[in-house]
Each structure stands twice: as C-alpha cells, then as structure tokens.
C-alpha cells in the first residue's frame, strides 16, 4: 500500500513551512520513508501549482514556499484535525482491503501508513478510529469486554468496501478533500462569468426573463 502522490506534496509543503527555509527534497523523502515518489516530480507538480520555486543541482533538489504555498501550508493546518482522521479511517479500510484475518493493527501501527503531516498516528488514535467504523457497520471484529470494538480480528464488510470505493452515495461523503488549484464551474455555465484568483470580483445573477412578457 503507497502513500498517495498529494498526500506526498502537502507533506512536503507542510514540512517546508515547518522548517521555514529551503529545503533539500531528497532527505525529507527518505526521512519520511516515501520510496514510492521522487523529488523531482514531487517538486515540478508543486512548481507547476505556483506553490514552490524549485533549485536543481545534479545530485538533489532543493525548494521553499511561494506566497501561494505558504497560503496552502496553513490551509493544510487548519485542516488537520478533520484530515488525520478521515485519512486514518481510509487507511485503516484499505488496509483491511489488502490485509485480509489481520489478527489487530499491530502490523499496520509498524508500517508506514501511521505517517501523516509530518506527524505519526498513535494507538489511541487508531482504537478510536476503529470504534468508529466498527460503530458505523464498516468493520466487523472479535468482540472481548477488555478491548476496544473494532481492534481483535477486524474485517472489512461490505459496507465497508463500498464506502472505500464509492464514498457514502446517501449522505454525498467520502473521506478524500479535493483541493481545486482553478476555476470549478458547477451546472450550465450558459451566459455565466468566471472570476479566478481574484477576491474582489463580484458577479449579479439575474433570472431569465419569462418568454410570456416577450
């Protein structure tokens, strides 16, 4: 199971902001233990957003924030609560997914998919997120009076499986966030305006006019 290649630039643009210079790509990779991304594309996505400038040497890449990535890093931030554990929960499914009569979530706590933001989920953090899958029908698991509901032999059910795939149909939820970097028109955009990266644009939408009166 890889980390996926957004998860991969937000932590590097979090970990830029943390540190507050420039930093030298190679290294935060094989800290973090991301063997399945490289530098360079990592940093040419980020630079193609707008959010670094990049400097390239033969043997590593180094970058740091634009204004734009430095917007993006507190964004992330004021995020994070709300995507640890949506995160969380979608690993811990699609570890299940992949990891079928796991016997609990010792070897997923040893992998590297407790890393997130430059942080790392603990046990308590993972107990509480099993509760709630195990609570919401996403999970079965051995149920004993000393443990926490959805930690001895937790399976994915079939719920569970649909949620991880196609998202909650009922209630329109998924555990991803897309972040638009650009316009995003929603229905017919007949006679619309567009106003991108720009705050002060203001736009008056008025009905058509009934075909009656004409």
């Not at 399976?155 to 009922?170: A, E, K, N, V």
Request: net charge negative; aromatic share 8%; proline share 5%.
């Amino acid at each position: 199971m890889t980390t996926s290649f957004d998860e991969h630039c937000d932590a590097l643009i979090l970990h830029i902001h943390e540190i507050g210079q420039q930093v030298i790509v190679d290294d935060f990779l094989t800290e973090r233990g991301f063997d399945d991304a490289t530098p360079r594309e990592l940093v040419q996505e980020l630079e193609n957003s707008g959010l670094v400038h990049p400097t390239y040497t033969l043997s590593e890449v180094r970058c740091r924030l634009t204004g734009a990535g430095v917007r993006r890093a507190q964004q992330l931030i004021n995020e994070r609560p709300k995507r640890r554990a949506t995160t969380l929960r979608h690993r811990m499914l699609q570890w299940l997914e992949e990891h079928p009569e796991s016997p609990n979530w010792d070897e997923f706590l040893a992998s590297g998919q407790v890393h997130f933001d430059g942080t790392t989920f603990t046990e308590a953090q993972l107990k509480r997120e099993a509760k709630h899958l195990y609570g919401l029908g996403y999970i079965t698991a051995a149920t004993i009076d000393q443990e926490v509901d959805g930690v001895l032999w937790p399976d994915i059910t079939t719920s569970g499986r649909d949620f991880l795939f196609d998202g909650d149909q009922r209630s329109g939820s998924t555990f991803t966030t897309t972040i638009h970097h650009g316009p995003v028109i929603n229905g017919p955009v007949t006679k619309s305006q567009l106003a991108w990266g720009n705050t002060t644009a203001h736009q008056d939408q008025h009905p058509p006019a009934d075909k009656g009166d004409s």
